[in-house]
């Protein structure tokens, strides 16, 4: 089990940036995959990011690509997503989960956090 925490997020202006952080604990992080997803009103889950913890493999959807990073706090178990030139389409609950990289199923979910872009 891995047992995720996000903070950050919040109301910002269109081209603002903001940095979500995902703690994570548990079992033995380097044998997971952290990705990152949001959910606006009335639209599905998307995936923006997943990163394989403790690599710089990540991948990014076509909508966080040039955006959006993916960083980790080397000294501790964080993980970044910072999102530059926001835009008001990114206005979305976004929440952090895991898998085993062996698994495609997404087993441990964070609380959410929202993130509100105005125009």
């Known amino acids: 089990q891995v047992q995720l925490v996000e903070s950050g997020g919040g109301l910002v202006q269109a081209g603002d940036s903001v940095r979500l952080a995902c703690a994570a604990s548990?079992?033995?992080?380097?044998?997971?995959?952290i990705g990152w997803f949001r959910q606006a009103p009335g639209k599905e889950r998307e995936l923006v990011a997943a990163n394989r913890w403790g690599t710089t493999a990540t991948h990014y959807a076509d909508s966080a690509e040039g955006r959006f990073t993916v960083s980790r706090d080397k000294a501790g178990n964080t993980l970044f997503l910072r999102m530059n030139n926001l835009k008001p389409e990114d206005t979305a609950v976004y929440y952090c989960?895991?898998?085993?990289?062996?698994?495609?199923?997404?087993?441990?979910w964070g609380q959410g956090i929202q993130v509100t872009v105005s125009s």
């Open positions: 989960a895991s898998r085993h990289f062996t698994s495609d199923q997404y087993t441990n």
């Open positions: 548990g079992r033995t992080l380097g044998n997971y995959v």
